[in-house]
């Protein structure tokens, strides 16, 4: 089983179950979005969010990464093709800026660095907003 690298202040990592794929978020991370779409809710991932190279970085050094990619061929869900974990969804497509935006799945961090962080539910089935903030945090829906 591989083991989930230790956050250091300003940095918070995750990794897959065989390790084989790692990521970091450098910086506050201001929320973790709870979705319910058709996708996340099956998967009951915890988002954080970002642009890719900048706050969030994955690391694949094995190539161990695959993706599957649904509907409006918008952006892909991202899986260590070992053990199976999802790592993150990719937007396909970067913005006006150049910057491709990428969440990474929180429940592969551990638990104690991630327990603090305000929850937000996300309705991603039917309004495509935000819903209120009701004072929850990763660490009262970890388990």
Same mark, same amino acid.
């Given at each position: 089983m591989g083991e989930t690298p230790r956050s250091t202040p300003g940095?918070?990592?995750?990794? /897959?179950?065989?390790? =084989?794929?790692?990521?970091?978020? %450098?910086?506050?991370? &201001?929320?973790? @979005? ?8 099956r998967y009951g991932v915890l988002w954080a969010y970002g642009y ?27 899986? /260590?093709?070992?053990? =199976?974990?999802?790592?993150?969804? %990719?937007?396909?497509? &970067?913005?006006? @800026? ?46």
């Amino acid at each position: 089983m591989g083991e989930t690298p230790r956050s250091t202040p300003g940095i918070t990592r995750g990794s /897959c179950h065989c390790g =084989g794929i790692g990521w970091e978020v %450098r910086g506050n991370i &201001p929320d973790a @979005r709870i979705c319910n779409c058709t996708v996340c809710r099956r998967y009951g991932v915890l988002w954080a969010y970002g642009y890719d190279g900048e706050a969030i970085k994955v690391d694949d050094p094995t190539g161990a990464m695959t993706a599957y990619i649904c509907g409006t061929r918008t952006l892909s869900f991202n899986f /260590c093709k070992v053990c =199976g974990n999802l790592i993150s969804w %990719r937007s396909l497509r &970067p913005n006006d @800026r150049g910057q491709t935006r990428i969440a990474v799945n929180l429940r592969l961090a551990d638990p104690m660095d991630v327990a603090r962080i305000p929850l937000q539910r996300f309705d991603g089935l039917h309004s495509f907003d935000d819903l209120p903030m009701d004072g929850r945090t990763v660490g009262d829906v970890w388990f």
